[in-house]
Nanobody, 122 residues
Framework: VQLQASGGGLVQAGGSLTLSCAAS????????MGWFRQAPGKEREFVAA????????YYADSVKGRFTISRDNAKNTVYLQVNSLKPEDTAVYFC????????????????WGQGTQVTVSS
């Protein structure tokens, strides 16, 4: 599976973005998908995850109520709607495909996209 993330940008605090991650191949629906982020000088951290059919979603406490993960298996795409952005949300956001539902551990994901930069100004 090859993943291509897009949709990042520069926004003011309180703004919104929709991140997309397009997957190649016909096996997208067999993978659980996750979003992670990494700020300069910090470790990559879990943001959100979604089950294979999209019925179950999981979020880091820091983004609950502000971010929404979804997927469209017909389009081989997973999304992350990010609302009420804060300066501390500034990071490179990565999508990942893995085998374990709700997995928060980056090391257990099998495939990664290249990342998309989100910068939130105060």
């Amino acid at each position: 599976v090859q993943l291509q993330a897009s949709g990042g940008g520069l926004v003011q605090a309180g703004g919104s973005l929709t991140l997309s991650c397009a997957a190649s191949g016909r096996t997208f629906s067999s993978y659980c998908m996750g979003w992670f982020r990494q700020a300069p000088g910090k470790e990559r951290e879990f943001v959100a995850a979604i089950s294979r059919r999209g019925a179950l979603t999981y979020y880091a406490d820091s983004v609950k109520g502000r971010f929404t993960i979804s997927r469209d298996n017909a389009k081989n795409t997973v999304y992350l709607q990010v609302n009420s952005l804060k300066p501390e949300d500034t990071a490179v956001y990565f999508c990942a495909a893995g085998r374990f539902e709700g997995d928060t551990q980056a090391g257990r994901y099998d495939y990664w996209g290249q990342g998309t930069q989100v910068t939130v100004s105060s």
